[in-house]
């Protein structure tokens, strides 16, 4: 008898066969879910930072760390594992971001922060925002809530006050620390912004970033930490990436973006595209930093041409690591 495949059976068929193609890769050893984050890279020595700063900058970081792998191990999102966690290094005055961010050369606060999701590419930013309590909330906002992909200044306060998000004045964001090194600046510049990537149990990649940019930086400078492709990156098809460094170099490198862009198109591992990027382009450009990425399958990258770079990860395979220098 002869058989043949209906038209019927066809339509129900082929969608799924693309469907599954098109299905993040899953390889036996994918973890459920991988969390990075960082809290700036730079060039202090281990004399610079003491012992007890050392621990104390190690606590917090396993503190945040285990606010998004609880959110995590619980269902919750990238985005939303992204947001607490970022939430908390920018209400922690330890880190260059929210509460205890550096100063402008003029004495004020002006803050950064950006979010991008991997999955339709969709991102939002802050730029140069003077009392939004939690910047990373309002880059959020913007990509969930606007038609927009960055605001700045007074327009983006406004915004985030629409939405509902806390507003403070300005004073809020102020530490004797920051005030002081704005007063010395420092010889070794020290860097403390703050990210976050995280590939979430529904094979899902985002990133965010979130800092006050460059001590004694002029007014109205936006680093790379806001801008999509320079500062943060996300895509399904490759890796999610938050960055730290000089931020100038990140921008005209396009550091976050073209790590993913080595991976996608000459299908380089995370880690080759990283080492390329961050110890070859940028050391040859004069361009100091760091960052930390995660790639579809949970291979993750903390990749820095510094000296120390504030780092963390955990995956749900129990692999765990805090540090700072090399
Ligand atoms: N990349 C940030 C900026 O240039 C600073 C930093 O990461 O420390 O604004």
């Not at 503190?63 to 594992?81: D, F, H, K, Q, W």
């Not at 983006?156 to 809020?172: M, N, R, T």
């Not at 860097?191 to 990649?205: I, R, S």
Request: charged share 20%; aromatic share 8%; glycine share 10%.
């Amino acid at each position: 008898m002869k058989k043949f495949i209906s038209y019927s059976t066809l339509i129900l068929v082929i969608p799924l066969i693309i469907f599954s193609c098109n299905q993040p890769q899953t390889t036996i050893t994918k973890p459920d879910y991988v969390i990075v984050i960082h809290g700036g890279a730079g060039n202090a020595s281990n004399q610079d930072i003491n012992e007890e700063e050392q621990k104390e900058y190690k606590e917090k970081l396993s503190e945040a760390l285990s606010i998004g792998e609880e959110i995590l191990i619980n269902g919750g999102t990238c985005v939303e594992a992204i947001e607490k966690t970022i939430n908390f290094l920018e209400d922690c005055p330890l880190f260059n971001a929210g509460k205890g961010a550096v100063f402008t050369h003029d004495g004020h606060n002006e803050l950064d922060a950006s979010i991008m999701q991997g999955w339709d590419l969709n991102a939002g930013a802050v730029a140069g925002v003077r009392n939004i309590k939690n910047p990373i909330s309002a880059a959020i906002k913007i990509m969930s809530e606007s038609k927009h992909v960055m605001m700045s200044g007074n327009g983006a306060s406004q915004f985030a006050k629409e939405q509902g998000l806390e507003i403070v004045d300005s004073s809020y964001f102020f530490t004797e620390n920051r005030w002081k090194s704005l007063q010395n600046i420092l010889k070794s510049e020290k860097h403390g912004t703050v990210g976050c990537v995280v590939l979430d149990k529904y094979g899902n990649l985002a990133a965010g970033t979130s800092t006050g940019g460059m001590t004694n930086k002029k007014y109205g400078r936006i680093g790379d930490s806001p801008i999509i492709g320079a500062g943060t990156y996300a895509n399904n098809n490759t890796c999610a990436i938050s960055a730290t460094g000089h931020g100038e170099f990140f921008i005209r490198y396009t550091v976050a973006h073209d790590i993913s862009a080595l991976m996608e198109y000459k299908n380089m591992s995370l880690e080759d595209a990283a080492n390329v990027v961050i110890n070859d382009k940028l050391v040859n450009a004069g361009g100091t930093g760091g960052i930390i990425a995660v790639d579809k399958n949970g291979n993750i990258s903390m990749t820095f041409n510094t000296n120390m770079m504030f780092r963390a990860y955990a995956k749900s395979t129990g692999e765990k690591e805090v540090a700072i220098f090399k």
